[in-house]
């Protein structure tokens, strides 16, 4: 039995969004940038990346739309003073949760740069997190959204929100590392 997709008539396809590849280009090298600073954890650099008024958040896993930090508990939800205190205390000797440090791998794919306007570009991209410590190993998989603020020919992080597709931290234990 063979199937056929029959178009309706009159339908046009959706136009794919075509960013410029110079753009494209900047915003894949930036989030390998991203990854491999957090994978060597470069925390101190990591934070650079972000703009004065940026934002760091992991959704709860069981997300609505309707969600926000103000009624619903993220896992994460940092400005940047609380996000400079996350990365102080994680490169902190006494942060046991991660003594011995945990030996991270990133893969990040399917980037999509959505939006680019007034100098802020929206851009989306999933991810697989492999995390290896005290002979054990978990794997976070997702996708984080951005905003992306242009500065003087540099990009900073004006918003990181990750959406964990787990269903339960179960079998990762807890977050002790950033996703």
């Known amino acids: 039995m063979t199937s ?15 960013p410029p590849a110079e753009l494209t280009s900047r915003i894949t090298s930036f989030l390998f ?4 600073l957090l994978d060597d954890w470069d925390l101190n650099e990591w934070l650079s990346l972000f703009d004065d008024e940026g934002r760091y958040q992991v959704l709860p896993l069981q997300y609505l739309e309707s969600s926000n930090p103000k009624n619903s508990l993220y896992l994460v939800s ?16 006494s942060a046991l949760a ?3 440090r945990s030996r991270t791998r990133r893969i990040i ?15 989306k991209a ?14 976070f998989v997702g996708e984080t959204s ?14 990181r929100i990750t959406r964990l597709d ?3 931290m179960a079998s990762q234990r807890r977050i002790s590392i950033i996703v």
């Open 126 to 139: 999933n991810f697989v997190i492999y995390q290896f410590r005290n002979l054990q190993s978990w794997e």
């Open 4 to 18: 056929m997709l029959v178009a309706r008539e009159g339908y046009q396809p959706a136009p794919i969004p075509t």
């Open 78 to 93: 940092d400005d940047n003073t609380r996000l400079e205190t996350r990365i102080r205390h994680l490169l902190e000797k």
């Open 166 to 168: 787990h269903e339960s």
């Open 33 to 36: 940038f991203e990854s491999a």
């Open 146 to 159: 951005y905003k992306l603020r242009e500065r003087q020919g540099a990009l900073k992080i004006l918003e």
């Open 98 to 100: 991660e003594v011995p």
């Open 109 to 123: 794919s399917n980037i999509r740069v959505l939006e680019h306007k007034s100098g802020i570009v929206r851009v």
